[in-house]
């Protein structure tokens, strides 16, 4: 007696779709949505409330930053001085508070103007090509070549001292990093097919630059340039340490530490809080900028 063997049928995975599609089975589960990461949600808290503190600082304090309390001078943390008082008796918290616009302008200048003059250089570089493109890589090589801070400082000499002038310089400093990654980005994006396509449909040169190369360039760029906020964010609070930045009585958190730092083992909290505030925002800035070069 022969043996009758059943085997189970199949059907092709396009059939399926096509019956899927159709009703006739189950869709499919929706894919569920990611999750934003919670130090991702902590690092726009932390830089929201930062812009909050440089916005409307009367809002978060009653105290002011710049006049101090007779009879509270260095007076520790407590109910009535969260963050305590300064040699001077000034509420530190107000100070870290109405220094958030000194800190956060001045970097946000600073990286415009890098931001600006590094894409314009880097998209006359690798759009332009050739002469251009060498003259400018030796001046990025040169700018490359000289300490950060060095150079920031030789810029404030010749500038003169103050925030404005600091900003300046930090931006000055930060435009080689910005005109590489943008030559890179438009030497990519001028190769690619969507760009060859335009010019033989009788795109002109600067109707494709400033269509198709320049929007497709700044992903990256702008991605960088959060990174490069929390680096100048550094790089003001270092100079205004040094006393090229801010003067005194006016609050900036580099400024703060440096008042503080003749008062460390007496009154620790002078140069604690105020290094807390930069190495948060800085933190949340990085973050920030890994989440946006991901994205794109």
Do not use: C
């Not at 006049?67 to 001085?81: D, K, N, S, Y």
């Not at 990093?177 to 980005?185: G, K, M, T």
């Not at 801010?246 to 530490?257: K, Q």
């Amino acid at each position: 007696m022969s043996s009758i063997s059943f085997e189970k049928a199949t059907v092709p995975e396009r059939d399926l779709a096509g019956l899927e599609s159709e009703g006739t089975l189950p869709a499919s589960r929706p894919r569920r949505r990611r999750r934003v990461p919670v130090t991702l949600l902590l690092a726009w808290a932390v830089i929201a409330i930062a812009v909050l503190w440089a916005l409307a600082p009367q809002l978060f304090t009653a105290y002011s930053g710049t006049e101090g309390i007779a009879g509270a001078q260095r007076l520790a943390p407590g109910g009535t001085h969260w963050l305590g008082t300064d040699q001077l008796g000034r509420d530190l918290y107000a100070r870290i508070v109405y220094g958030a616009s000194q800190t956060l302008s001045a970097a946000l200048v600073a990286v415009a103007l890098g931001l600006l003059l590094g894409t314009a250089l880097g998209l006359i570089a690798g759009a332009v090509g050739g002469v251009a493109d060498d003259a400018v890589m030796r001046l990025v090589d040169v700018l490359l070549s000289i300490p950060g801070l060095l150079l920031s400082l030789s810029i404030i000499i010749l500038l003169g001292f103050g925030t404005v002038n600091a900003a300046i310089a930090v931006g000055i400093t930060s435009v080689a990093n910005f005109a590489r990654l943008a030559r890179a980005e438009v030497v990519r994006v001028r190769h690619s097919d969507y760009v060859e396509a335009a010019y033989g449909s009788g795109g002109t040169f600067w109707a494709v630059l400033w269509r198709h190369i320049l929007p497709n360039s700044l992903t990256s760029v702008i991605a960088f340039s959060a990174l490069q906020f929390g680096s100048a964010i550094l790089a003001i609070a270092t100079l205004s340490f040094l006393g090229y930045g801010t003067p005194p009585p006016t609050p900036e958190w580099g400024l703060l530490i440096a008042e503080g730092r003749n008062y460390i083992s007496t009154a620790w909290w002078l140069t604690t809080f105020p290094g807390l505030a930069v190495v948060a925002v800085v933190l949340a800035a990085n973050r920030i900028s890994r989440a946006l070069a991901r994205t794109h």
